[in-house]
C-alpha cells in the first residue's frame, strides 16, 4: 500500500488525472472516504488524465447513481452508490451493461459491490489528517493495478 498527503485539492486532481493518463481498459477503483474527503475531485482529475473533454463537468452522481463520460477509445462510468438500498438495485441502474472491454469504472461507496465479490484493480481510501489535509491511500489489487501503480509518480 502506497500513502500519499495531499494538502490542497490540486494535488488530488493531479493524482486522479495520472491515473488516468495510465489506466489500460478496462479498469476498476473503487473510492473509499466520508463525504468531502476528496473522491469527486479525484474522479474529476481522472476525466481530465483519460481524455474526457472539459466541456462535461464532472460532478457526484449521487442521485442519478451513474455518470458517463465519452473519450477517445474509453468510457469512464462513475457511480456513486451512497443512495442504494441493496445490491439487488444495481441491476435496475443498469449495472450490467458495464465493465466492457473499453469501460473505465469508478465507484464512490463501493461496499456493494465489493459484497457482490465485483474485482477492483485499485482502492482508494481518502482520510482526513488533524491538519485537514488528505491522507490517500492506494491499495492495488492484482498485477494491472499493481502495474499501474508502480509507473506514478507519487
Ligand atoms: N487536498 C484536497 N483534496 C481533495 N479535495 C480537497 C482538498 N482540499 C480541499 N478540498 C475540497 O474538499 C472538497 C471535496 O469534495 P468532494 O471531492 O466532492 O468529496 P467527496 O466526493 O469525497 O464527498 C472539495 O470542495 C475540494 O475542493
Ligand atoms: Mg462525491
Known amino acids: 500500500m502506497q500513502t500519499i ?62 455518470n458517463e463520460y465519452p473519450a477517445k477509445g474509453i468510457r469512464l462510468c462513475h457511480l456513486d452508490l451512497y443512495r442504494l438500498g441493496s445490491a439487488d438495485e444495481l441491476e435496475y441502474i443498469g449495472f450490467d451493461d458495464l465493465g466492457g472491454p473499453e469501460d473505465i469504472i469508478v465507484v464512490e461507496w463501493p461496499e456493494f459491490l465489493e459484497e457482490m465479490q465485483f474485482k477492483f484493480d485499485l482502492e482508494i481510501l481518502f482520510e482526513f489528517d488533524a491538519d485537514y489535509n488528505r491522507v490517500i491511500s492506494l491499495s492495488p489489487s492484482g498485477q494491472t493495478g499493481i502495474n499501474l501503480v508502480s509507473n506514478l509518480f507519487l
Do not use: C, M, R, W
Not at 488530488?12 to 478496462?26: R, V
Not at 473510492?31 to 462535461?56: E, I, M
Open 5 to 66: 498527503i495531499s494538502h490542497i485539492a490540486e494535488q488530488t486532481l493531479d493524482l486522479g488525472k495520472q491515473i488516468g493518463q495510465l489506466a489500460p481498459s478496462p479498469f476498476a477503483i473503487a473510492l473509499k472516504g466520508d463525504l468531502g474527503s476528496g473522491k469527486t475531485t479525484f474522479v474529476q482529475g481522472l476525466a481530465k488524465g483519460l481524455g474526457v473533454a472539459d466541456t462535461y463537468y464532472v460532478t457526484s452522481p449521487t442521485f442519478n447513481i451513474i
